[in-house]
C-alpha cells in the first residue's frame, strides 16, 4: 500500500512537470514583422551605415538613385525619426561602414558621390552623433567600399571589400585582407590573404565568441559574377576555418546578418539566380540553418541594413530592380493594446456606452450639429502598435482623425470619432480597431448618442425686385437675391422658376442646398425684347415651414433705342447718296 501511494506521488509530479513544459512552450511570445514607418522620414536608399548609439539607431549617408547623400537620421523606436543634419561633414557616402567604439561613432571608407569616384580610406568619429572629427586618409589598408567592419576583442576590425589601388586607378580589385585596431587609428595587418575567398558585400558580424564572414560576390567586368554560400568563423583573424561551403540559403550577396535570440538570422539579398529575396534563416552554429520563413512581409531587397535593438530586429532601405526603399519594419514580440476615452480604461467588446469613458456621446441636433469624442490607444511592448479603425452599423458615426495609426513601443496615439445625428433618437455603433497586438487583436466596443430633431428650416430671400428701364438693344441687366435659413435643419430647393414673362431668366442651373444660419446666392437676368414694362413671378419652392411656396415679382422695363442714333442714321444715308450724285 506505502509503494502504490509513493508510485502515485510519482505519477503526479511527473503530469505536473508535464503540464508545466506544456504551458511554458505554448506560452510562448508570439512574435511578428510591423511596418514601423513607410514615409514622412529620410529618403529611400541602400547600402547606408546603421548602428546603435547613444540608444538610437542612427543612419548616416547612403545611396539614393545611384547618388550618395550625406545627411543623418536618428530614432529610439522606428516610427519617430529625427534628422540630426542634411549636411554631414564627411560628405556624399555610401557603402561605407560604420561601428561603435570605446563609445564613439565612427566611419570608416566607402565611396563619395557617384558609382564611378573611388573609393576611400578616410576615418572620422565622433562622441555625439553630430560633431565630426577627421583623423586622417592615410590609413595603411587600400581604399575601400562595400567591406566588413565589426567590434571584437576590444579592437576595430576592418575586412576585405572592393578596393582600389591607388589614387588614381578607377579599377577594383576585390580583397580578402583583415586588419584590425585598438584605438581604431593605427593598424596592424592579421593577414594580407585569409582563407576565404576575396569578396564583397557580405556580412561580417561577431557571434558564440568568434568572428563570421557570411557570403557575399566578385564583380567581374569581362564574365559572370561570383557569388558564395559559404560560412567562415575566426577568434583571431587570422586563421579561419570553414563552417560550410554550401549553406542552404544558396550563393547571395548583400543578405544582412545579425544574432537574435543566441542564433544568426539571415535576411534577404541578391541570389546567384539573379533575384532579390525576402526570406528569413536561421542558424545556432553557422553549419545548420532553418528556412524560418521564404517571403517575409517586407518586399524583397539587397542593399538594406540589419540591426537588433531593445530584442526586437530592425530591417531598413534597400534596393530592388531600380528602387530604393525608406521602409522601417521591426521583428519581435507582439505588443498589448489598451485603449482608453476620458483617461478611463474601455475594456475590449464593451456592450455599455457611458459619458464616464466617452462611448456615450450625449445629444446633438439632427443637422448641421456634431459631438466630437477622442480615443486613447495606448502601446506596451517592444515593437509598434498598427491600428486599422472603423465603425460599423451606423452612417451618423464617423472617424475625424487617426484611422490607420502606428503607435510606437510604450507610447500612445488618439483618434477622433464624430456623431452627426441623420434622425432622432438614440443611435449606436460598433468601433472595430484591428490590430496587431497579442492580447485583443480584434478590439471593439459600443458607442451611442441621441439625435434632437432641428428646428425646422426657415426661408428669407431679399434683392432688388426693380430692373428699372433696359434698351431691348442692349445686354442683359443681371441683379442678385440672397437666400437665408435662420432655421435649425438644411433648407432643401426642390425647384425654381419664373412665371408671367420671358424677358427674366434665372442664370443659375443649381440652386444648392442652405445649412442653418447661412446663406446662398442666385442671379436673375432680365433681356426684354419688346419696348414696355414687363413683370414676373419667381417661384423658389423648398422645404421650409414658413413658405415651402417662397414666390415674389420682379419688374422691369425696356425702352427703345436713344432718338440720336436714329438722326445719325438718317444723316449718314443723306450724305451717302449726295455723294454719289457727286
Known sequence: MKKLKENYKSFLINLLVIFLLIFTSTAKAEKEWVLASSSNHWQARSMFGATLFTNNVWLTGGSSNFDGVN??????????????TDDAPWGYRFAHQTVVFKDELWLYGGKTGEWVELPQKDIWKSQNGVDWIWLNNNAPWLRRDNHGCIVYSNKVWILGGGCATNDLDLSTIITNDVWSSTDGLNWKSETSAAQWAPRTEFSALTFNGKMWVIGGFIHFYEKPDVRFSDVWSSSDGTNWTLVTDNAPWGKRSSGEVVVYENKMFLL???TDSESWKNDVWTSQDGSNWTLETAAAPWHPRAGHRCLVKDDTIWLMGGYNNGKYGNGVWIYGDKPNINVSGNGNIITNGSQNPNLTDGTFFGSAMTYGHSVTQTFLIEATGKIPLSSDISISNSSAFSIL?????VTAPNSSSIF????????AGTTTGTVHVLNNSSNSPNFSFLISGEGILSPPPIIKITGNDD???????????????????????LLEINNFFISNSTAFSFIDTTIFPVPPDTSTVFEIAFNPENVGFSTGIVYILNNSTNAANYFFSVIGEGVPEPAFIWIIGLLLIKFGVAARKL
Not at 431691348?472 to 437665408?484: L, M
Open 71 to 84: 545627411d543623418e537620421w536618428k530614432s529610439e523606436n522606428g516610427v519617430d525619426w529625427t534628422l540630426v
Open 416 to 423: 477622433s470619432i464624430v456623431f452627426s445625428p441623420e434622425t
Open 268 to 270: 534577404g539579398g541578391y
Open 467 to 489: 430692373f428699372g428701364e433696359v434698351d431691348i438693344s442692349d445686354d442683359a441687366v443681371t441683379n442678385f437675391f440672397t437666400i437665408e435659413n435662420s432655421g435649425g435643419d
Open 401 to 405: 482623425s487617426g484611422k490607420n495609426l
